[in-house]
Each structure stands twice: as C-alpha cells, then as structure tokens.
C-alpha cells in the first residue's frame, strides 16, 4: 500500500511544503540553505517564508554557526549578499531550449561531478559524501517503505524543479551509484505507481560519468507536468530512446553498461526515457555551465547569473549540448 503522502498533487505539495516552513525552527545553515534555496524556486512561496527566512538569516549570522564545512562555506558567501538582492529563479525559452536563472546553485559543492571517473562505477567510500551523515537527517521529507524496500525521500538543496527531492533507495546498504535490476526495477514501479495519483511525478538518474554528484545510490524526483525540451524534437542531437517495457529498458541499459557508457533515464508515465552522452571527462565544458546532468542533457540549462540569462543565444545552447554527442 502506498503512503498518503504519494496519494495527490495537493497531498503531496502541502507536506513538500510544510515541512520547509517547520524546518525553520533549527538553527543550522544547512537547513536555512535548503530552505532559502527551495522558497527562491517558488514566487509563492518565497513570499511566505521571506520575512522568516531574513530573520533567521539576520539571527545565523549574529552567532557562531556548526555545521558540515561545506554548509558553512556556503553560509559565508551567503552573508556576503545583502538578502534584499536575492532573486527568485526565472525561465525563459530560447528556440529548442528551456533556460533557467538560478543563483543559489553557483554556491552548490560539486562533489563527484568536478571527479574524474573511469567505468560506470567506484565503491562506496564511507569516509566521502553520503546521505546516512547524521547532519543531514534534518533534510528529510520522508522515510519508509515502498514495494518492501527502504526509502529516504531528501528535499533537494539546490532544487532546479517543483519538488524537486533526492529519493535514496536502501540507504543503509551503502550501493553505490550504479543501476542494477533492482534498482531499476524500483524506480520504474515507483514512478508509474506515484505518477499514477500525482500528475507530472517524474524520477530521474544520472549514471557515474554523466555528472551524478553523490556516489550513494539515489534518484531525484520532482513534478513536471509540461514535455522537457528533448520531447519536442524530433531530431534532438543526443541519442535517447523511449522504452515502454522495463525489460526492454534494462537490455539497453546493460549494453550501456558493458561499453563503460555514461547516460542519463527519465522514468514517468509507464516509460523510460535514456539519454546517451559523452562521459564528463572527455569534453571540457563552457564557464557558464558547471557541466550537464540529466536536466541539461534534456534540453535545460541552469545559469547562475543575470548576464548569461540575458545572453546566452541559441547557438551557445546547441553548441554547448553537442559536445555531448557520441560520434
């Protein structure tokens, strides 16, 4: 039985939601981080959680912080912006393409996706990133069971979609960031169970090589119920393929795997979308860009600045995206 939580759009938006406002009460940068991060993605509400959010920013910076060093380094290029100034994150379309203004992910630890990666993957290091680090328990939105294996729902950080979260599958067991059967037997009954009572529920993987940030097994998930760019192009450069039988899905991907290929897979609507790419290390990406993931390799761009908002054309965009191109 599914929990209530994944039961409706409004169900599952206003627990999103109210849980951001609730994690309000600790006095942690991490969490303000999350929270500031996720209200700049929604005009809504950002004006609810503003006047609380400068308040907690005015109280963070008065005393001395503890938290992760990455939490705390980001607070400190935080406390440099003056909190009136920060703007909330804006789309456009440019021709075949999707760009987003969002500033707070400039301030984002790379992690792995700054690494050099050979094959499709490396073993759990308990001594790097993982998500069983006690500091970020805070940053759950839920915890329980579905289709008998243990899941740990994170609100995402620096979210780039609407509710947008990390979804870490048996957390405890320590699997690293490759896709087996299971794994992807998982993801695919996950998202077409959800996707059937929340509309637009999407899960989303990035593949060791293709810019997967965290080397601990996860998913992202969000809400979108419009096409992603790569949907509206017959002849999109990337080669991708539509699956409609996980069985189907998983042959291709294993033959991925097998040629050490990295790609991205978009899981909704009783499909699987794969997206093959070239590895991150083989190419050297533009300033503007800190490299493509799953929702760049898919037609979206995030940039962190107004001037490359305001700029960038399309003939940046389509340049930028063939780099990705397997020839």
């Not at 896709?179 to 998982?186: E, I, K, Y």
């Given at each position: 039985m599914i929990d209530p939580l994944f039961t409706s759009n409004i169900q599952f938006g206003q627990n999103f939601y109210q849980g951001l406002d609730a994690m309000l009460e600790y006095n942690e940068p991490g969490v303000f981080i999350l929270v500031l991060a996720n209200a700049l993605a929604d005009e809504k509400l950002w004006r609810q959680l503003k006047p609380k959010l400068s308040d907690k920013f005015e109280q963070l910076k008065a005393t001395k912080i503890r938290g992760s060093a990455d939490d705390i380094a980001v607070f400190d290029q935080l406390k440099k912006i003056d909190f009136s100034d920060l703007d909330i994150v804006k789309y456009k379309q440019i021709g075949g393409f999707e760009l987003q203004y969002n500033p707070l992910r400039a301030l984002r630890p790379q992690r792995m996706s700054n690494a050099k990666t050979k094959g499709m993957s490396e073993d759990f290091n308990?001594?790097?990133f993982h998500f069983n680090k006690d500091f970020l328990q805070k940053e759950l939105f839920f915890k329980g069971q579905l289709f008998s294996k243990d899941i740990s729902l994170f609100y995402n950080k620096f979210p780039f979609a609407k509710?947008?979260?990390?979804?870490?599958?048996?957390?405890?067991?320590?699997?690293?960031?490759?896709?087996?059967?299971?794994?992807?037997?998982?993801a695919w009954m996950m998202a077409n169970a959800v996707g059937l009572n929340i509309k637009g529920f999407t899960l989303a993987y990035n593949s060791y090589g293709a810019y997967a940030s965290v080397n601990h097994?996860?998913?992202?998930?969000?809400?979108?119920?419009?096409?992603?760019?790569?949907?509206?192009?017959?002849?999109?450069?990337?080669?991708?393929?539509?699956f409609n039988s996980m069985g189907d899905a998983w042959e291709f991907i294993e033959s991925l795997h097998r040629d050490e290929q990295p790609y991205h897979l978009i899981y909704r609507d009783q499909a699987v979308l794969c997206v093959v790419r070239q590895r991150q290390d083989d190419y050297k990406h533009e300033s503007w860009t800190s490299g493509y993931a799953w929702y760049e390799s898919c037609g979206g761009v995030n940039t962190t600045t107004l001037n490359d908002y305001d700029h960038l054309t399309e003939s940046e965009l389509k340049t930028e995206l063939l780099k990705l191109k397997i020839t």
């Open positions: 308990e001594s790097e509710c947008h979260g990390l979804v870490v599958v048996e957390a405890d067991k320590n699997h690293p960031q490759l896709l087996t059967p299971q794994l992807h037997q998982f097994f996860h998913l992202q998930c969000f809400i979108r119920e419009n096409p992603l760019p790569i949907e509206n192009d017959e002849k999109y450069p990337l080669i991708n393929h539509w």
